[in-house]
């Protein structure tokens, strides 16, 4: 078993391993914790001028990145939590997407941007934001949001390895998920969504951490006779509309879960981009479930309802067919408060 | 100074000032259909620069950065035809005035957010640092990008890795129409404040040529031999309005006094008065290097307005790279 985490170190020591160019820096890198685990041992095995810990300047050593980049390098800047590299949009959205663009193709920028994004656990207003929409808002940024943990190193190779910058979302709550898959090198290509479940009932479409919570739901509903697709994402940027599309086509039915906000958000991209490419195969409106259009609170008792948990999408997904369902499976099989991804997370972050 | 020195100092200036008045002359004529920054006036600083930078020395800058890049070496037909939205200009038209780029002499690229270049560079000091060699970075930055926070943070970075990169601050006193005084405190000059970082700082009078040349020569000495970043400063003054073809003294933004002083003070005729009396320099050499960079301006506004138009499909191009580009990958 070999989880999320590790899989995420692993592919930063096997990009480090291949690649003199690759750096990796951001706060907290080298330190005792080494960012969730995911950066441990790596300063000691590859030297400080190759992973480092930086400034806290997030907009600077965004810029910097990108400049040693266009110096040869190919950094990977991680953020602690997404909310802290809102510090760089300047550099992300001015430079960074623009750079290949604006100079007519001259020069591509080669870098990635690990950003933790997050919920539940008191994390609150400015630790738990899920913007993968700006991200994905903004022409020439790719943006990859990796749920299961066999995909984590591949789709962590492709971006490190790919000519263009690549904004990597990692939810805290997938860190410790673990996978058996056997253990391999190979990069996952950006872009391509992966087909997790098979049924023609519905098509859900998924990102993130929604994912885990999607494949639970699936599979209890499977037990009761409801059998849907469940594409998982990987990339929101490039999109795998043709996957997305064809199971549409079969089932007629669209369900998408994000973990962002609800309004302008990657769910009402997609509700937007089906109706229109296949609104005649549609027999129900699209539907969505995100969190809501208001900021996670701080307080156990305020987030109780923000969360979209699998029962809701089963019980939505039971909605959409006309069948009677049971959420009771799911409800007997939480072993853990809403708060947090399992027993085995105690905080403090 | 040597007579080659002397020569390529004045031959600097005036490309500079050519170039720029030639797009001030022409600018009416509605074909260059983008925001200008020109340099006239502020020529010295680049001129020095280009002087002692070599190509593989990687360099970006901001807005006002035709002199930048002449100075450097940048391809002047690309960047004309840039000015006129071709297809051969260094950014395929994609870029314009703002957004210059040549790096087979290690023009970088400059941008047009204020501050916005500056990590770039000590990002590309970075990678020199890496490398290894005694190469540098040169960042161009205006007296209004150490008001920003992405500067500091660029440079206390640099400081902290003592980095291989040269910060040159023009201070021309104003932004757009804002004056020093309403951004900054003035007790302290920029370079004084700068100073506080521990790193090399200098300052000059930005119009006197040979003045910037012994002062940057200096810090670029130090920069190569492992002495870390370096910041100078050169008051400087811009001639034209801050953006376009026009003089807009009619406003009243800046006193009278000042822009008698610093008119009257103009880069190259400070420095070819006192060559020419010195003898260094002869009004023949003057007069047939004048002739040289007419032909060369007048050949690249010819070349850029003789060239195509990019096609309409590259609108939509170049948003992702499908491999990885450039000289140094």
């Known amino acids: 078993m070999r989880s999320f985490a590790n899989e995420i170190r692993d592919g930063l020591d096997q990009a480090l391993a291949e690649d003199p160019s690759v750096l990796v820096f951001g706060l907290g890198v080298p330190d005792p914790k080494g960012v969730f685990g995911t950066t441990l041992d790596l300063q000691e095995k590859y030297g400080e001028k190759r992973v480092f810990d930086m400034p806290t300047s997030e907009n600077a050593m965004t810029g910097i990145a990108i400049g040693a980049a266009l110096g040869g390098f190919k950094p990977v800047l991680t953020h602690q939590r997404l909310d802290f590299a809102l510090l760089s949009m300047d550099q992300l959205v001015n430079n960074a997407a623009k750079w290949h663009f604006m100079f007519g193709g001259k020069r591509s920028v080669p870098i990635t941007i690990r950003m933790i994004l997050g919920r539940g656990w008191g994390q609150g207003p400015t630790h738990s934001q899920n913007l993968q929409s700006w991200f994905a808002h903004i022409p020439g940024l790719k943006v990859v949001m990796p749920a299961l943990a066999s995909d984590a190193k591949g789709l962590l190779l492709s971006s490190i390895f790919d000519p263009n910058p690549v904004i990597f979302l990692e939810h805290r709550w ?45 599979d209890v509903l499977k037990e009761q006779g409801i059998s849907c697709d469940l594409i998982d994402l990987r990339s929101i940027s490039p999109i795998d509309w043709p996957k997305i599309e064809k199971s549409v086509k079969k089932t007629g039915k669209l ?42 609170s701080t307080s156990p008792a305020l987030t109780k309802d923000y969360h979209i948990r699998a029962e809701h999408i089963a019980a939505r997904i039971g909605e959409m067919t006309e069948r009677e369902i049971s959420t009771e499976p799911i409800l007997n099989a939480r072993n853990a408060a809403h708060d947090v991804p399992g027993n085995w997370f105690t905080g403090p972050f | 100074m040597t007579p ?41 600083v680049s001129a020095a620069a280009g002087a002692l930078l070599r190509h593989s020395d990687l360099t970006v800058s901001g807005h006002r950065a035709h002199a930048h890049y002449i100075a450097k070496g940048g391809n002047l037909n690309a960047m ?18 703002m957004h210059l780029i040549d790096e087979t002499v290690g023009f970088m690229g400059s941008t047009a957010i204020v501050g916005g270049t500056v990590p770039v560079g ?34 206390n970075f640099a400081t902290l890795k003592n ?31 700068i100073a506080g970082y521990g790193i090399h700082t200098a300052s ?55 822009i008698e002083e610093w008119t009257a003070r103009d880069p190259i005729s400070l420095f070819e008065t006192k060559a020419l009396s010195k003898g260094s320099l002869k009004q023949a050499d003057i007069d047939a290097m004048q002739q040289e960079i007419d032909a060369e301006v007048n050949a690249a ?29």
Not at chain 1, 270 to 294: N, Q, W
Not at chain 2, 309 to 327: K, L, R
Request: aromatic share 8%.
């Open chain 1, 174 to 218: 997938l860190h410790n998920a673990q996978t058996e898959a056997a253990d391999t090198n190979r990069p996952i290509p950006l872009g391509e969504a992966n087909l997790l479940r098979e049924g023609d009932a519905v098509t859900v479409v998924s990102v993130s951490y929604m994912t885990i919570e999607a494949l639970h739901a699936v």
């Open chain 1, 255 to 296: 369900l998408v879960l994000d973990t962002g906000f609800k309004s302008f958000g990657i769910a009402a991209e997609i509700m937007a981009h089906i109706t229109e490419t296949c609104f005649r195969d549609l027999t129900l409106p699209p539907a969505r479930l995100t969190a809501p259009d208001y900021s996670e």
């Open chain 2, 4 to 44: 080659e020195l002397t020569k390529s100092l004045a031959r600097g200036m005036r490309r500079i000032r050519t170039v720029e008045e030639t797009i001030a002359a022409r600018y009416r004529e509605q074909e260059m259909r983008c925001p200008t920054h020109l340099s006239s006036g502020q020529e010295a």
């Open chain 2, 80 to 97: 004309i035809a840039e000015i006129y939205g071709r297809v051969t200009g260094c950014a395929r038209g994609k870029g314009g005035s």
């Open chain 2, 122 to 155: 000590v990002g590309l000091g970075y990678s020199l640092m890496m490398k290894g060699g005694d190469d540098i970075a040169c960042i161009f930055l205006g007296d209004a990008v150490v008001e920003t926070g992405v500067f500091h943070e660029a440079l």
């Open chain 2, 163 to 193: 980095l291989p990169v040269l910060f040159i601050c023009e201070n021309n006193f104003y932004s757009v129409y804002s004056p020093l005084e309403v951004r900054q405190p003035t007790a302290r000059e920029i370079h004084e404040k």
């Open chain 2, 204 to 258: 000059g009078d930005g119009n006197d040529v040979a003045a910037v040349h012994a002062i940057m020569s200096d810090a670029i000495t130090k920069i190569r031999t492992g002495g870390g970043p370096a910041f100078l400063e050169f008051s400087t003054f811009r001639w034209r309005e801050h953006c376009g073809p026009n003089f807009d003294d009619d406003l009243g933004y800046r006193p009278d006094p000042m």
């Open chain 2, 301 to 329: 506004f010819d070349f850029a307005r003789s060239s195509d138009f990019p096609p309409a499909e590259e609108a939509a191009m170049h948003v992702f790279a499908d491999h990885m580009t450039g000289g140094m990958q």
